[in-house]
Nanobody, 118 residues
Framework: QVQLLESGGGLVQDGGSLRLSCTAS????????WGWYRQAPGKQRELVAE???????NYADSVQGRFTISKINAKKTMYLQMNSLKPEDTAVYYC????????????WGQGTQVTVSS
């Protein structure tokens, strides 16, 4: 069973920056789609950004131009650089790794708290 280990969350002021990291505990296929999701209190979990095996990225409209997702396959690691943070970015951020062909998998991290103070 693969574990996704997240780090980099914390408390930051409005306009600040943070970088989240997510590392797989064991070897993971290079054709994995990686993603960051977030869930604020009382709200549904939502996609923040994802990067496909081919390196194609997709961002939520609310973070476009402020957040950057990247990955290093050799390090089994994905990053989310978050700039110009806003109080509405406050949430628990979850790392996800999914593969839709055999062997299929859908792994989640435990979540890391990001709090942006105004």
């Amino acid at each position: 069973q693969v574990q996704l280990l997240e780090s980099g969350g914390g408390l930051v002021q409005d306009g600040g920056s943070l970088r989240l990291s997510c590392t797989a505990s064991t070897l993971i296929f290079s054709d994995t789609t990686w993603g960051w999701y977030r869930q604020a209190p009382g709200k549904q979990r939502e996609l923040v950004a994802e990067v496909t095996a081919e390196g194609i990225t997709n961002y939520a409209d609310s973070v476009q131009g402020r957040f950057t997702i990247s990955k290093i396959n050799a390090k089994k690691t994905m990053y989310l650089q978050m700039n110009s943070l806003k109080p509405e970015d406050t949430a628990v951020y979850y790392c996800n790794a999914v593969r839709k062909k055999f062997p299929v998998y859908d792994y989640w991290g435990q979540g890391t708290q990001v709090t942006v103070s105004s």
